[in-house]
T-cell receptor, first 116, second 117 residues
C-alpha cells in the first residue's frame, strides 16, 4: 500500500516558469513532510520541509503548500532554472513510537526538466 | 566533515554471491538507515538503526542483514545475491532526540550501484 502518492511522474517547464509537484497522503498521523532533491548520480538532499500546523512555508524560490483537510501538499518552484533540473521526492514521517526511528515514507519521485 | 560515505560506488555480483556495502558517517548521528532506489519507485527502507547495537527492519528487509557495532558504521550485508537485488543503495543518517523538536533531516550518502547477474 503506497502511503504517499506523488504526481506528475515527469514535468517539463520553461525557464522562468513555475514548477508544481503534488503529493497526497493517507495516514493522518504523519506529522512531518519534507521534500528531497536528487541530482543524477547523487544521493537525495533535503530541500524544504513543513509540519501540519502551518499551511505554507517558503524558502527562496521554493514553497510548500499544505492542505491538512485534503491530505495534500505541494512543492512550487518559482522562476524555475535549468539548474533546478533534478528528481524531486516528497516524503512523510510518523513521530516515533518507543525506540522507533523517524522513518520516512517516500513518494515515487518527479523528474523535472527546465528547458532554456 | 565528509558526511556520509559509502563504498563501493559500483559492484557487479553473480547470483548467489555475497557482499557487504559499507556506510560510515562522521557527524555523530544516532540514527542510520539503508534504502534501495529502483527506477520510478522512490526509496524504500531496508533497515534502520537508532543507535549502536540496535537495529530494526524497514519495509523491504528480506535478503539483507545489518549490524551496528559503532555509532559511525552501519554495514549492509547481502547474502545469496539475487537479480531482484539489482538497485541503487543509499545509506543515510540523522540526529534526533526526544528534546530536539523532532529535527529529522536525513543526510544521504552518494549511493552504491549494484548489479546482480
Amino acid at each position: 500500500q503506497q502511503q504517499v502518492k506523488q504526481s506528475p511522474q515527469s514535468l517539463i517547464v520553461q525557464k522562468g516558469g513555475i514548477s508544481i509537484i503534488n503529493c497526497a497522503y493517507e495516514n493522518t498521523a504523519f506529522d512531518y513532510f519534507p521534500w528531497y532533491q536528487q541530482f543524477p548520480g547523487k544521493g537525495p538532499a533535503l530541500l524544504i520541509a513543513i509540519r501540519p500546523d502551518v499551511s505554507e512555508k517558503k524558502e527562496g524560490r521554493f514553497t510548500i503548500s499544505f492542505n491538512k483537510s485534503a491530505k495534500q501538499f505541494s512543492l512550487h518552484i518559482m522562476d524555475s532554472q535549468p539548474g533546478d533540473s533534478a528528481t524531486y521526492f516528497c516524503a512523510a514521517s510518523l513521530p516515533p513510537s518507543g525506540a522507533g526511528s523517524y522513518q520516512l515514507t517516500f513518494g515515487k519521485g518527479t523528474k523535472l526538466s527546465v528547458i532554456p | 566533515n565528509a558526511g556520509v560515505t559509502q563504498t563501493p560506488k559500483f559492484r557487479i555480483l553473480k547470483i548467489g554471491q555475497s557482499m557487504t556495502l559499507q556506510c560510515t558517517q562522521d557527524m555523530n548521528h544516532n540514527y542510520m538507515y539503508w534504502y534501495r532506489q529502483d527506477p520510478g519507485m522512490g526509496l524504500k527502507l531496508i533497515y534502520y538503526s537508532v543507535g549502536a547495537g540496535i537495529t530494526d527492519k524497514g519495509e523491504v528487509p528480506n535478503g539483507y542483514n545489518v549490524s551496528r557495532s559503532t555509532t559511525e558504521d552501519f554495514p549492509l550485508r547481502l547474502e545469496l545475491a539475487a537479480p531482484s537485488q539489482t538497485s541503487v543503495y543509499f545509506c543515510a543518517s540523522s540526529y534526533s532526540t526526544y528534546y530536539s523538536g523532532g529535527a529529522r533531516e536525513q543526510y544521504f550518502g552518494p549511493g552504491t550501484r549494484l548489479t546482480v547477474t
